[in-house]
């Protein structure tokens, strides 16, 4: 940081000791050194804003200026022949045209980039961000939630993980929230993401892209999904809707984890504790360690025991799963052998204590 500092002061002091040095006769110095310095300021400006342009948005432009620069040079040459050096708004006209054409390649260029194949530049001089497929942007949901952390631990997420400059300041602005809820969830949201940049095996991109006259954070996500042609990692409904419609690809943390939970068939035979009561009479209700509801029959009774089921149905939801199950004693004694209990292998014990006394 410190050597950029330094050598940005030196570029501004030479450019401004060279144009005071090699100022036109009869032109003050301290005007021929402000000119200097004010080029030096405005080329560092220009600087700062390239640095942020993505490779492909880079080519578009360089591209369009050359085009630009070619036409402008065409007309200079065709009215040069029409009018002659002695029309006086000769010049004039060839700046206005140079100018002109520069401002539309330059614009046009960058607007149609995506069209650009920069994978032959990439492989000559190497790209310092990873090809676009292979990002994956990360919205404030997914990292608030935290699990995205645990999954990018284990290996499954390849490439980037991208994290838009707009959406750490909706997490700063949360954490800072007067809300303490909100304050909580910002503070872990920052702790995944500090959690995740510390992984040796998983690369973290933040960027600058943003686009202002976009207002909802959301928008904003899908318009960077569809400029870098990557996909989004979140477990927000209303984006996975809304980036589907516009054609952009949506990696969802609540699909994956319903996709991963047990595969439980009608007919097997389940141990599960009784938790609560269900809305029907008689019906007790379990959840799994994922977090799956079990709706027992004939359970109400077993609150707060442990109690072997018989499956009688599985039902998926957009919620989740819902698993429907039956106990009797019949389906107890079933499972006496599969599952057994510190209570049943205590039993023979006990019955030999009886017949002793």
Not at 120 to 146: C, H, Q, W, Y
Not at 199 to 205: D, E, G, H, L
Request: aromatic share 6%; charged share 20%; with cysteine.
């Amino acid at each position: 940081m410190l050597d950029s500092i330094l050598i940005r002061v030196l570029f501004i002091a030479i450019l401004s000791l060279s144009a005071a040095s090699f100022r036109p006769e009869g032109q003050p110095v301290w005007s021929a050194a402000l000119l200097g310095l004010t080029i030096a300021v405005a080329a560092l400006i220009l600087e700062r804003r390239l640095a942020r342009i993505t490779l492909k948005r880079l080519s578009g432009m360089a591209v369009g200026l050359l085009t630009g620069l070619l036409c402008a040079a065409l007309v200079s040459t065709v009215l040069a022949r029409l009018g002659g050096n002695a029309w006086p708004g000769l010049r004039y006209a060839q700046i206005a045209c140079l100018t002109v054409f520069a401002y539309f390649g330059v614009s046009l260029g960058a607007a149609k980039a995506e069209l650009l194949n920069t994978d032959l530049l990439s492989k000559m001089f190497g790209s310092e961000t990873a090809p676009a497929n292979t990002r994956k942007i990360l919205d404030t949901s997914v990292i608030i939630d935290g699990r995205i952390a645990d999954i990018a631990e284990t290996g499954f997420l390849d490439g980037t993980l991208v994290v838009p400059q707009f959406v750490l300041q909706e997490l700063q602005m949360v954490a800072d929230s007067a809300d303490s809820m909100k304050r909580t969830r910002g503070r872990r949201g920052l702790d995944v993401l500090q959690r995740i940049q510390k992984m040796p095996q998983v690369k973290v991109q933040i960027v600058s892209e943003d686009f202002p006259a976009v207002k909802e954070v959301d928008m904003k996500l899908i318009e960077l999904a569809r400029l870098f042609n990557c996909k989004i990692v979140t477990n927000d409904f209303n984006l996975n809707k809304v980036a589907r419609v516009r054609g952009v690809e949506i990696l969802n943390i609540n699909e994956l984890t319903n996709s991963l939970k047990p595969v439980v068939l009608p007919g097997e035979l389940m141990r599960v504790f009784i938790l609560k009561e269900g809305k029907e009479h008689s019906q007790g209700v379990a959840y799994l360690d994922d977090g799956t509801m079990v709706v027992v029959d004939n359970a109400r009774r077993m609150i707060s025991k442990t109690i072997d089921i018989s499956v009688t149905s599985v039902l998926q939801t957009t919620a989740g799963k819902m698993i429907f199950g039956r106990f009797d004693e019949r389906t107890q004694a079933a499972a006496a052998g599969a599952f057994p209990s510190p209570e049943r292998r205590e039993t023979p014990l006990r019955r030999e204590q009886a017949v002793g006394e």
